[in-house]
C-alpha cells in the first residue's frame, strides 16, 4: 500500500510511522555519537546505558524491577524482539495462540520457528472490541506453549481492561503459558487510560516477555531500536536466537534513546495529547464520509467499516483508493486467518501532521 501511495502521490495513512521527529536533543545525540566514533559493534545485549535507561524507566513507571544486565535485550526494533522471542522460546511442532486480528510478524514468526499458529478473534462490543478470555481458554491444547498478546492493539487502537488482562494472566497461569506481550504502543494511550503492563498481574512476571520500542514513543521507526524485558531464564532464550539473527545493532542510536528515556518524558506526554486530538479528528472526519468508525483508545490506529458505502472488499477498496482519492490505507484482512469476517474494515493511521490529515480528510470527503 505504500508502494501505491507513492506510485499515485497519495497521502499514506496506510503504514503506520509518523511524519516529524522525534524530541531534538535525542537526534543530536545521535548525530554527536557517529561524529564522536560511536560506530562499532555494541555489546551483545545492548549498550549498558540503554539497558539502564529501559529498566528505570519500567521501574519509575510501573515498579516492576529487572536487573539491566540479564533481564533486558535490545534489540533491532521490537520486531526483532518478538521474532527472537518466539524463536528462541518455541519448539518445532509446538502452539502458538494468537489474538485475531494480529499484527503479521507474529505469524511470519511462529512460522519460522516451525511451531503451529492457532487464532482467537477479537469479539464486537459495542463501538469496540473486547478479547474473549473463554474462547482462548478452549483453544489452548496441550501443545500450546506460548500465548502473544499486544495491548494497546494494532490494528484496532483497542486498550484491554484490567478485567481482561487479569483474566488472560489466570489463564496463562493455569496452563503454565509463556506469554510475549507486545507494548510498542504502552504510551499511545488516550482518554485518561494508563497502560497497564501484563508482568505487573500475579503470577506473571515469571512467564514474561515483555517488548517495547523507541519507534513509536519517539519518533523514529527508522531507527530500529527494540528491546525485550522479562525473567532471565526467558530472556537467555530471546538473546540465544537474537545472537544469530543480528548479533547486534544500531550503536549510535542507542545512547541517544537512552537519553530520551530518561529525560524527554514531557515530550512523550505532549505527543500523546496531539495523537489524541488526531485520533478524534480523523475518526469524527471518517464517520462523515460515511464510513461506521470503531473507536480507538490508543495506538496509531482507527478502523472502520465500508459497508454503509454499500462496499465490502476492503482489499479491493484500499487497492484503488490512492488513485481514486489521493489517500492509502489497509485492510485489516491482512492482519488475519480468517478473510471473509473482517473484509469490510479498514485500517487508518492518525500519526500525520495536522495539515496531512486536513487535506486527506478533504480527499476523503469525495468519497461519497
Ligand atoms: N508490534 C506492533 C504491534 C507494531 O505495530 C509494530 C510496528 N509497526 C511493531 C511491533 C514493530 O516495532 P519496530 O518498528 O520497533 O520493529
Ligand atoms: N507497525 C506499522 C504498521 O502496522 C508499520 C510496520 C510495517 O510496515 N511493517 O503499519
Redesign the pocket.
Known amino acids: 500500500m505504500t508502494e501505491l501511495a507513492v506510485r499515485h502521490g497519495a497521502i499514506n495513512l496506510g503504514q ?1 510511522f509518523p511524519d516529524v521527529d522525534g524530541p531534538p536533543a535525542m537526534l543530536e545525540i545521535a548525530r554527536n555519537a557517529i561524529a564522536e566514533g560511536v560506530n562499532q559493534y555494541p555489546p551483545g545485549s545492548g549498550m549498558p546505558v540503554l539497558r539502564e535507561a529501559v529498566a528505570a524507566d519500567r521501574a519509575a513507571r510501573y515498579g516492576l524491577h529487572h536487573d539491566p544486565e540479564s533481564e533486558v535485550l535490545v534489540t533491532v ?3 526483532e524482539a ?1 521474532s527472537a522471542a518466539i524463536l528462541g522460546l518455541v519448539e518445532p511442532g509446538e502452539e502458538v495462540l494468537l489474538t485475531e486480528p494480529y ?1 503479521d ?1 507474529y505469524a511470519a514468526s511462529v512460522a519460522l520457528a516451525g511451531a503451529t499458529r492457532r487464532t482467537v478473534p477479537l469479539t464486537r462490543s459495542g463501538n469496540g472490541f473486547v478479547l474473549d478470555v473463554d474462547a482462548l481458554r478452549a483453544a489452548v491444547t496441550d501443545r500450546t506453549r506460548m500465548l502473544v498478546v ?1 495491548s494497546p492493539h ?1 490494528p484496532t487502537g483497542t486498550v484491554y481492561d484490567r478485567e481482561a488482562l487479569t483474566a488472560l494472566a489466570e489463564l496463562a497461569c493455569e496452563r503454565d503459558l509463556l506469554v510475549l506481550s ?1 507494548e ?2 504502552e504510551h499511545l494511550v488516550f482518554d485518561g487510560r494508563t497502560h497497564i503492563p501484563l508482568a505487573s498481574l500475579p503470577g506473571m512476571a515469571e512467564r514474561t516477555i515483555t517488548v517495547s ?1 523507541a ?2 514513543t519517539f519518533n523514529v ?1 527508522g531507527w ?1 531500536i ?1 528491546w525485550a524485558m522479562g525473567p532471565r531464564e526467558l530472556i537467555d532464550g530471546v538473546r540465544a536466537a537474537k545472537q544469530f539473527m543480528t548479533f547486534v545493532g544500531g550503536a549510535p542510536f542507542q545512547p541517544a534513546v537512552a537519553h530520551a528515556l530518561t529525560h524527554e518524558q514531557d515530550w512523550i506526554a505532549s505527543m500523546r495529547a496531539d495523537l489524541e486530538r488526531k485520533r478524534t479528528f480523523l475518526s469524527h472526519a471518517l464517520s462523515d464520509a460515511g464510513l461506521k468508525v470503531f473507536d480507538s483508545a490508543g495506538t496509531y490506529f482507527v478502523c472502520a467499516d465500508l459497508t454503509p458505502l454499500g462496499r465490502t472488499d476492503a482489499v479491493a477498496f484500499c487497492r484503488e483508493l490512492p488513485g481514486r482519492i489521493g489517500v492509502a490505507a489497509v485492510p485489516v484482512s491482512v492482519f488475519v486467518d480468517d478473510t471473509a469476517s473482517w473484509n469490510h474494515l479498514v485500517r487508518f493511521a492518525f500519526c500525520k501532521r495536522d495539515e496531512v490529515l486536513t487535506e486527506a480528510v478533504a480527499r476523503l470527503n469525495g468519497l461519497q
Open positions: 503506520g526494533g521490537a520486531t518478538i499484527y510478524s499486544n494494532n507486545d510498542v504502543y520500542s519507534a513509536k521507526t530500529k527494540g
